[in-house]
């Protein structure tokens, strides 16, 4: 197992399969992009599928996510999924998107063995989402949405980030919207995770504002048929149900206690958690010859060394060298 002293253990793997994105959204990266990892440095597609058959046949791990920078920009995305879909036991696979080029692979993603899928959506304003992004490319994410429904990745789950005299009166129209489409909403708090680490706390949405904006207009109650055990959002349903709305309070209301994740960056370094100061290399191991024990063995050293919380709430607190789009959400 994938095991920390606290006692939490990692089934659940985040993979990044590049730090690339063809957007520019401003919680992320500045408008002029980032220098992108040179290509020798990320891994090949044998060598994410090796590490993830070590992690699903040796490590417990039960659910991978495919994650970016925007993973949709990975040629052989198709077929990394399709042989992670292979594997035994057969691992839960989902993906985070910006929905940019989705439209056009939502089935053939299906078909490999895709089973759900996560969308960023933070505005329904064309000009909203232009000062957000940078880049024109609204109906390029709702035709995406649309396209994931139709080809079965359900529930079709929609991300969105609020922020403060941006977007941060949309909440209720959002939520309305994806209510008529029957799409699954969560609201996340921005974190510290900008490459300009312009981060301010006072300028963040939180989760309090956003479940207040809601229930002006939408009956919120809890969600007592949804345990949430590590799921980051906590759930709530909207008008009595069945639909639901989710928030994720990473900063305001962090749950590190039940955290079941473990990260692996495009270039192949373990990250026990997202605010992590330090990573553990995998990709010597794999480049180096080193056996599948090995490279579990490392693992096991790297997960179990996690600290009790982010400590985003305490004074101390350091961001990450990487950026968001670096890591893999």
Known sequence: MLADSFGRVATDLRVSLTDRCNLRCAYCMPPEGLDWLPAPQVLTGEEIVRLIRIGVTSLGIREVRFTGGEP??????????????????????????????????AVALREAGLDRINVSLDT??????????????????????????????????????????????EAVPLLAYCLEHGYELRFIEQMPLD?????KRAEMV?????????????????????????????TFLVNGGPARVGVIASVT?????????????????????????????????????????????????????????????????????????????
């Open 253 to 329: 209301r962090p749950f590190c206690g039940s955290c079941d994740r473990v990260r692996l960056t495009a270039d192949g370094q373990v990250r026990n958690c997202l605010f992590a100061r330090s990573e553990s290399d995998l990709r010597s191991l794999l480049r180096g010859g080193a056996s599948d024990e090995e490279i579990a063995e490392r693992w096991q050293a790297a997960v179990a060394v996690k600290l009790p919380g982010h400590g985003i709430n305490d004074p101390s607190f350091l961001q990450p060298d990487r950026p968001m789009s670096a890591i893999g959400g």
């Open 195 to 199: 490459a300009q680490h312009g981060w």
């Open 124 to 169: 329904l304003r064309p000009e909203v989402f232009r000062k957000l992004a940078r880049r024109d490319r609204l109906p390029d994410v709702l035709d995406a949405l649309s396209a994931a429904a139709d080809a079965g990745l359900t529930p079709v789950k929609v991300n969105a980030v609020l922020m403060r005299g941006i977007n941060d009166d």
């Open 72 to 105: 949709l920009l990975r040629r052989e995305l198709e077929s990394i999924i399709a042989r992670t879909a292979a594997l035994t036991p057969r691992p839960d696979i989902s993906l985070t998107t910006n929905g940019i080029g989705l439209a056009r692979r």
């Open 206 to 234: 939180t989760a309090t504002e956003v479940f207040e904006s809601l229930s002006a207009a939408f009956a919120l109650s809890e969600d007592s048929e949804r345990a949430r055990g590590a799921a980051p959002a906590e």
